[in-house]
């Protein structure tokens, strides 16, 4: 069973509009919520993350939203650039201090010049 | 500043050929460490994680292995491997409680 779920594979936007990508998950015990972007044949990089206490966090180009009531994520990246096309994995912590991450499927964000 | 390191960055073995391979991490004392697996057209699947030298957990039963004979260093086994192993494969640190980085990865294929 899937605890999180990112149900768009792909996603294709004009460079400077918003990008949106959505993560639901089903565990009510995730407490931190993180994003991470993954280039072909390299590894996933960290890039922002909410904790559950929070409802939006923002760093730069990106903000992420939390809605706890709904179970749902989302990343959005104003305005997109074509270097932001990668594959975008959301994340979810359970286990405390374990810090063991339950990932989503991912999402391909092209960008398109 | 932490680095971490895998190696080989790519690897083609036979069926029913052993495995190993290797990660190490600098620049920080006593993380957590991860291995996960990216198989073709799916996400990441935690495979062990470690909180300590000679502790290891298990998340799904398979062929493989891992140990963890120093503090920085974490290493991925197989006796015998399956087509199924192929994929891409990630070592990952984290301190307790915080975001995990990840390496650059090895891509295994199994012919």
């Known amino acids: 069973d899937q605890q999180v779920k990112q149900n768009s594979p792909s996603l294709s936007v004009q460079e400077g509009r918003i990008s949106i990508l959505n993560c639901d998950y089903t565990?009510?015990?995730?407490?931190?919520f993180l994003w991470y972007k993954k280039y072909p044949a390299e590894g996933p990089t960290f890039l922002i993350s909410?904790?559950?206490?929070?409802d939006k966090n923002e760093d730069g180009r990106f903000t992420v939203f939390l809605n706890k009531s709904a179970k749902h994520l989302s990343l959005h990246i104003v305005p997109s650039q074509p270097g932001d096309s990668a594959v975008y994995f959301c994340a979810a912590y359970y286990g405390g201090s374990q810090g063991n991450l339950i990932f989503g499927k991912g999402t391909k964000l092209s960008v398109k010049p | 500043s932490q680095t971490i390191h895998q190696w080989p960055a790519t690897l083609v073995q036979p069926v029913g050929s052993p495995l190993s391979l290797e990660c190490t991490v600098e620049g920080t004392s006593n993380p957590n460490l991860y291995w996960y697996r990216q198989a073709a057209g799916r996400g990441l699947q935690l495979l062990f994680y470690s909180v300590g030298i000679g502790q290891i957990s298990s998340e799904v039963p398979q062929n493989l292995s891992a140990s963890r004979p120093q503090d920085r260093q974490f290493i991925l086994s197989s006796k015998k491997l399956l087509l199924s192993d192929s994929g891409f494969y990630l070592c990952?640190?984290?301190?307790?409680?915080?975001?995990?980085?990840f390496g650059p990865g090895t891509r295994l294929t199994v012919t």
């Open positions: 565990n009510s015990m995730f407490d931190y």
């Open positions: 990952a640190w984290s301190r307790q409680g915080s975001e995990q980085y």
């Open positions: 909410i904790s559950s206490i929070k």
